[in-house]
């Protein structure tokens, strides 16, 4: 899974191969907090550009504020990721994942990492490792949307 805050050529191949009886999400950062009342409205513009069809904004979840806001529901994950030296205690610990900023949850990402042999979170290189190893229900704990997101996909596979 590709995961992107503008469109792409992968998103355009896929807005193209989308058909309505399928179960297709898109999953996008929502790069800071969501005010409107459904995940196409808060990105609107980035589907507008995209050309994705109405009916398939229906199924579009949000990782607010940011891919790394999940990461740092899951300490197991990450620890096992960096090791022993990572700082469990600089994580942000509120219970509501989605109301920290972006720039908070990737400062403290950063110094929770430093003091390991890797001395930084790289997204590119950390963060589909730390997404495999992530406890979905960790996530969904702190997380209204990813709660959201599991439903779709126990509802798609049940279907």
């Known amino acids: 899974m590709a995961i992107q805050t503008e469109p792409s050529k992968a998103t355009h191949r896929g807005v193209s191969q989308y058909s309505s009886d399928r179960a297709v999400a898109l999953l996008v950062d929502s790069d800071a907090p969501v005010s409107a009342a459904t995940a196409a409205g808060h990105i609107k513009a980035k589907l507008d550009s995209a050309n994705v069809p109405s009916d398939a904004r229906k199924n579009i ?83 209204r949307h990813a709660r959201n997101l599991h439903g779709f996909l126990l509802n798609s596979l049940q279907s």
């Open 61 to 143: 979840f949000l990782m607010v504020q940011c891919m790394e806001s999940w990461l740092v529901t899951d300490p197991a994950a990450l620890e096992s990721c960096f090791g022993s030296k990572f700082r469990l205690n600089v994580l942000p610990s509120n219970p509501d994942i989605e109301a920290v900023s972006k720039r908070d949850v990737l400062a403290a990402l950063d110094a929770a990492v430093k003091p390991t042999p890797t001395g930084g979170y790289r997204k590119v290189e950390h963060g589909a490792k730390i997404l495999a190893k992530l406890n979905p229900d960790r996530v969904a704990k702190r997380s």
